[in-house]
């Protein structure tokens, strides 16, 4: 018995045709015919009355079906498990990166996922958040590290990795360097220094001033939030950036808490919330997640 022949019994039996079910397993009707008629002998019974315009299951066809059906699902549980080990053998996942993460040691996770998947082939990006969600959602990539505002975006799922207060910082020279606190409202027309559109600090600040009904007076940009601590310590403006941040900032850097409420940037894993499609990269999840 070959589970060729159960395939065309139960397709028979689903369709009481034997045309129908040539058509649906894309082969030829006598093929289909041949191969119920190898069951029918190799069982010692007829398993469709013929006899009619349609096909019908004989009392024996009736009791065989739930078996057939059954023999086929484990099979197909069987292809599922081979297909899964296969994966993550001559699999592939994309990682992306929030351009300039500090927070998190990337390197470290992807060298422990190559020790222990080696076939497996990684491919590295970077970007910023915005776009490393938005690829997240489309497909292009399986796993990303990414700098979130207060709000999660919507079909993602998120392990935070870091959650931190955000503080305002000048330079030695600046007005606000003797101040006891920083007030957001002065970013109406003092320069911010921000990281660019899409990144998770940004989109702090940016929802921070828009709460406060204004927008925030955008001097300069930069990628890297070191370098825009060193902007701001150089008296080029004004930036908000993590406290681990101004902490190893510049000598002479001026650090000021921010008044009101309390603003904090998180450093996250992210996956699609209906979860990785390959083998591979959700044993790469798994790993991140530390499960």
């Not at 129908?20 to 008629?37: C, K, N």
Request: hydrophobic content about 50%.
């Amino acid at each position: 018995m070959e589970l060729r022949h159960l395939e065309y019994f139960v397709a028979v039996a689903e369709e009481e045709s034997f045309t129908r079910a040539a058509a649906r397993l894309h082969v030829s009707q006598p093929g289909v015919s041949a191969q119920v008629r190898l069951l029918e002998r190799e069982l010692g019974e007829d398993l469709f009355d013929r006899s009619g315009r349609t096909v019908r299951l004989t009392e024996v066809g009736e009791a065989v079906l739930g078996y057939a059906r059954t023999a086929l699902d484990a099979a197909a549980d069987v292809r599922l498990a081979v297909d899964e080990i296969a994966g993550l053998v001559r699999g592939r996942v994309n990682v992306g990166m929030v351009v300039a993460c500090a927070a998190v040691d990337v390197p470290e996770l992807l060298a422990a996922f190559h020790a222990a998947y080696p076939g497996v082939e990684i491919s590295l990006t970077e970007a910023n958040s915005d776009q490393l969600i938005a690829d997240l959602l489309a497909g292009e990539l399986d796993l990303a590290y990414v700098a979130l505002g207060a709000e999660t975006p919507p079909g993602i799922e998120v392990r935070v990795l870091g959650n931190e207060v955000m503080v305002a910082v000048v330079g030695p020279e600046d007005a606000l360097a003797g101040a006891g606190v920083f007030r957001l409202d002065i970013l109406r027309e003092r320069a911010a220094i921000c990281l660019p559109p899409g990144t998770g600090v940004r989109a702090l600040v940016d929802e921070a001033c828009a709460a406060a009904g204004f927008r925030p007076k955008v001097g300069l940009e930069a990628s890297n939030l070191g370098t825009v601590a060193r902007l701001a310590a150089r008296g080029l403006g004004v930036a908000i950036v993590p406290a681990s941040v101004a902490a190893a900032g510049p000598e002479g850097i001026r650090t000021l808490p921010i008044d009101g409420p309390e603003l904090r940037g998180r450093v996250a894993i992210a996956w699609r919330r209906d979860g990785p499609a390959s083998p591979a990269a959700r044993a790469l999840v798994r790993l991140a997640r530390g499960d």
